[in-house]
């Protein structure tokens, strides 16, 4: 066994852990090893990641020394890891299955027998018989209850009680009570001599099949992370020496050329540097319409190749990649539990001596009250109520919900950082957006070209574009952009001179020029009247005009805009109609602002802010007793994104954006934020139907267990059909966290 130290995540698959009561226990156990930092188990798919130095063989001691067994996944790669985890969970399913054909071979038969025949016990013969019965029965307990009995114990000698112990003691009990019958009937009553064998039978079959058809059903839930890894290919082609080499995707180093042909998955992220294609990204995205990809371009892993050849250059390799970071960020989050999952946690935690208390207080009740067998009746009472209050369900309830909601927002391009971020999502009631590469694509474009004075278009922006060719302002990139669009070719400035707040000036030609706005033409009397209108109603849709003259002559007016991102508008009357609170903060003059924010139906709006006046708006919102999200793509909005309750960075933003955010949209589209919020509901309210099923069935279940109902109805539950009920309520919970798979978070 390995007792190498390591820094890094440690991921284990957990077996013998039944019940959301055993989550508390093992994080406890692993979190008191030295050099442990934090603790995560995911109890839906048995597994627990360690963080820290701690020792791997030591951390396996912790977990056996309560009861439980663990196993390094492997750490060769995430297809390895998940292909040992399928090979465990298939190997344990059909264990429980031959553990449930055995228990049920053996029980069904005596239950059957028991709706015909008398089971009590009168004659010697039928002690006999009913002894061998027995002796039958303690061979199935032994070997398909072997592991709750194990578990029993190990929970004894730790203090401890989980579902393991609820079982051992029902089924126990009932074996007992029929043993006792069956060797010294004289103890008992006549009418108490009835043998309960084929309820210890039953009842472990029934629960080895609930747990072996939510195994199965557990499997399903892990299907975005497999999608997600099934999208890197096993081998790249690289180029070395001027030879193409198909070599393992695990041997590609960073500086690689790699080529890809129409068809192929793209193995690494990379920059192109020869050919053009289109690629589809919409693993990465959730966007169906492929990208144009030319020289100069990123690539990234696990995309598809559609057309042309690309050849690019390997920037990022192994778990550097974008999708490696998806996957990782979407298992992290899959792992962590929001704040009514830890509710559910401790109240398994302390469910089960509870469950114990008022199974005892139920025989009592029974031996001092109930009619003759008195102590047959506190038997079957005792036995059912701890069968019937285990609580399977309460441990699967949140975590299984958890799971698919994050792998179904993965597929929409949503990356969601932890549960408490799905959690707080549903909750948001003011939605605080930037306006810059948010709602705008964030690259200013040339938009109009108003000519005066009979100057033709293309030469008006040849010169324009020529004075501004040598300036980094962002206007000044829309033109020499425009420009190059149409072919332009541009000429030598003489006498550049640029005019702080107003614009530019020099000669083209043996022309004056002068390029700016109004104060410009005003400081060198151009007379520009007859552009007055159309200067005003371009600024008023959201537009800035700036005027271009030739030796003291208006020649035009040229309009330069950040566009608002076609669905723009359409996403946000969908938060809108969410009843969620919208404010647009911009560092654009308020006149922009107003028009950015009409155009797209958004009421209340702050210009002119700085990054620090962002964050204080979250604060001021949140001082106010509003759940606020903020969403940004730029380095300014990282402080805000931080302080947010929840923060969403659009993807296609910045990485200081994304990494100060909670949740990242990896499309461009305000469409992602109602996605997510759509997912976040979803989820939640997933999450709130198990739970509730899971306390009702408890709450409901163990009364009539108990037998308050007899004294009215005549009512008692068979603990059998209370093994079965709590195998169906397990079964329950799962298939309803997997409907979240067809949920359908745009059509919300």
């Known amino acids: 066994m390995t007792t190498k130290t390591k820094s890094t995540a440690q991921d284990f698959i957990i077996e013998g852990a039944n019940c959301g009561s055993c989550v508390a226990k093992i994080e406890k156990a692993l979190n008191s090893v030295q050099g442990t930092q934090n603790v995560e188990m995911n109890f839906a798919q048995r597994t627990v990641r360690v963080e820290g130095k701690a020792y791997e063989s030591t951390l396996i001691k912790a977990v056996e020394n309560i009861g439980y067994s663990a196993k390094p996944m492997s750490n060769e790669s995430d297809q390895d890891a998940l292909d040992e985890k399928a090979k465990s969970d298939e190997a344990h399913y059909k264990k429980l299955m031959r553990n449930m054909i055995l228990a049920l071979g053996v029980g069904a038969p005596l239950m059957i027998y028991g709706l015909i025949f008398d089971m009590s016990v009168t004659t010697d013969t039928q002690r006999i018989a009913w002894f061998l019965v027995g002796i039958v029965t303690l061979v199935v307990m032994a070997i398909s209850g072997k592991q709750f009995y194990n578990g029993a114990w190990q929970s004894f000698k730790n203090h401890t009680a989980n579902m393991d112990t609820l079982i051992a003691l029902g089924t126990g009990t009932a074996w007992l009570y029929s043993m006792c019958v069956v060797i010294a009937p004289s103890l008992l009553p006549e009418v108490a001599r009835h043998v309960y064998f084929e309820a210890s039978s039953m009842i472990i079959g029934l629960i080895s099949l609930g747990l072996a058809f939510e195994v199965k059903a557990r499997g399903r839930t892990s299907q975005a992370i497999k999608r997600l890894i099934g999208l890197q290919p096993k081998t790249a082609r690289v180029i070395r020496d001027d030879q193409a080499l198909d070599i393992n995707i695990s041997d590609v180093v960073k500086n690689d050329k790699v080529r ?218 829309a033109i020499t952009a425009y420009a190059k669009k149409q072919d332009l070719t541009l000429s030598n400035v003489a006498d550049f001179d640029a005019i702080t707040g ?16 109004k104060a410009l033409m005003d400081k060198y009397n151009v007379a520009v009247d007859d552009a007055t209108d159309q200067a005003q109603t371009l600024a008023s849709h959201a537009k800035t005009p700036m005027y271009f003259a030739s030796n003291n002559k208006l020649m035009a007016l040229i309009a330069v805009a950040d566009p608002i991102k076609e669905d723009s508008t359409e996403a946000i009357k969908r938060l809108q109609d969410k009843g969620i609170h919208l404010v647009m903060l911009t560092g654009d003059n308020k006149a922009t602002a107003q028009a950015v924010a009409k155009q797209v139906g958004i009421d209340d709006f702050i210009a002119e802010v700085m990054p620090d006046d962002k964050v204080n708006e979250v604060t001021k919102r949140q001082a106010n007793g509003e759940i606020v999200g903020m969403t940004g793509d730029g380095i300014n909005d990282a402080p805000a994104l931080a302080q947010a309750d929840v923060g969403f960075a659009i993807g296609t933003g910045t990485d200081v954006a994304i990494e100060s955010a909670d949740i990242t949209l990896m499309r461009g589209s305000l469409h992602g934020l109602a996605d997510a919020i759509a997912v976040s509901n979803a989820t939640i309210s997933n999450i709130k139907q198990n739970l509730f099923g899971a306390f009702i069935y408890n709450v409901a279940g163990i009364p009539i267990a108990a037998g308050v109902l007899y004294p009215f109805f005549g009512i008692l539950l068979n603990p059998v059909v209370a093994g079965a009920a709590m195998a169906l309520s397990s079964l329950t919970v799962v298939s309803n966290a997997n409907r979240l798979r067809f949920f359908k978070p745009n059509k919300a």
């Not at 690019?312 to 970071?325: D, V």
């Not at 996957?327 to 001596?353: C, E, H, T």
């Not at 306006?435 to 040849?462: A, H, L, R, W």
């Open 260 to 477: 890809v042909r129409p068809g192929e998955k793209i193995p690494v992220d990379g920059d192109v540097i020869e050919g053009s294609s289109t690629v589809d990204e919409s693993m990465l995205t959730g966007e169906p319409m492929a990208v144009r990809k030319k020289t100069g371009d990123k690539v990234v892993a696990g995309s598809i190749n559609k057309s042309g050849t690309l050849l690019f250059k390997a920037t990022y390799i192994g778990s550097e990649t974008t999708l490696a970071n998806i996957i990782n960020m979407v298992k992290r989050a899959q792992n962590s539990k929001p704040s009514i999952g830890r509710l559910a946690d401790v109240i398994s935690g302390i469910f089960v001596p509870t469950v114990m208390i008022i199974a005892v207080l139920a025989g009592l009740a029974w031996l001092n009250f109930g009619p003759d067998p008195s102590i047959a009746y506190a038997v079957v009472a005792i036995t059912t109520v701890l069968i019937i209050a285990c609580p399977c369900a309460l441990g699967l309830a949140t975590p299984m919900s958890v799971m698919v909601g994050i792998g179904k927002a993965a597929e929409s391009g949503i990356l969601i950082r932890n549960g408490e971020s799905l959690q707080t999502t549903s909750k948001i009631t003011t939605m605080i957006l930037d306006k810059t590469g948010t709602i705008t694509q964030g690259t200013p474009q040339v938009t109009d070209v108003v000519t005066f004075n009979n100057s033709d278009e293309n030469t008006v922006m040849q010169r324009v574009a020529s004075l501004e060719s040598s300036s980094e302002h962002p206007l000044a990139q």
């Open 502 to 517: 107003k614009g530019v000036t020099g000669s083209v030609d043996g022309q004056t020029l002068l390029f700016g706005n």
